[in-house]
């Protein structure tokens, strides 16, 4: 019984003598500073947790209907990887309903605005890239069902 009274008393003892060395302790920023690369000033209460994730320069506002466009069009190709902080959609090989030959996409979302100009599409058949009427009728495809989802949004 006294063993254990005496053994918490000393971890007692050295915690408090862990956290008085610890008082005196100053944090150094310019150790903590990266020299090289790009680096993002944040304001005060600007960045959010995420932004721990997040490296410095690979952040693209990406408009919200042309995302979800894009997944709706393009929902019979199986996807690969999306990153939304990118915008960035890469899907593997699926047949369109009615279609004989497979493809696979790349979207790539540039800017917040729904422009024709914030989409980009790369489609390619296991033969090799499409004609650009056909990645260009893909794209419209996607442009209508973001209008219309951005004049659903704004019913509500």
């Known amino acids: 019984m006294t063993f254990s009274r005496i053994r918490s008393a000393s971890l007692m003892v050295a915690?408090?003598?862990?956290?008085?060395?610890?008082?005196?302790?100053?944090?150094?920023?310019?150790?903590?500073?990266?020299?090289?690369?790009?680096?993002?000033?944040?304001?005060?209460?600007d960045g959010s947790l995420l932004?721990?994730?997040?490296?410095?320069?690979?952040?693209?506002?990406?408009?919200?209907?042309?995302w979800t466009a894009s997944l709706q069009v393009l929902d019979f190709l199986p996807v690969e990887a999306a990153d939304p902080f990118t915008g960035v959609i890469t899907t593997g090989f699926g047949?369109?309903?009615?279609?004989?030959?497979?493809?696979?996409?790349?979207?790539l979302i540039s800017d917040p605005?729904?422009?024709?100009?914030?989409?980009?599409?790369?489609?390619?058949?296991?033969?090799?890239?499409?004609?650009?009427?056909?990645?260009r009728a893909v794209e419209d495809a996607i442009l209508n069902r973001a209008r219309q989802l951005r004049i659903q949004a704004a019913r509500f």
């Open 15 to 45: 915690c408090l003598a862990l956290l008085a060395a610890c008082e005196n302790a100053t944090l150094d920023n310019e150790a903590m500073r990266v020299k090289g690369g790009r680096e993002r000033e944040v304001a005060p209460g």
């Open 51 to 66: 932004d721990l994730f997040r490296g410095p320069g690979d952040t693209v506002k990406v408009n919200r209907f042309l």
């Open 95 to 107: 047949t369109p309903p009615g279609g004989g030959q497979a493809y696979r996409a790349t979207v």
């Open 113 to 135: 605005a729904l422009d024709a100009r914030a989409l980009n599409v790369a489609l390619q058949s296991r033969s090799g890239p499409v004609d650009a009427a056909t990645e």
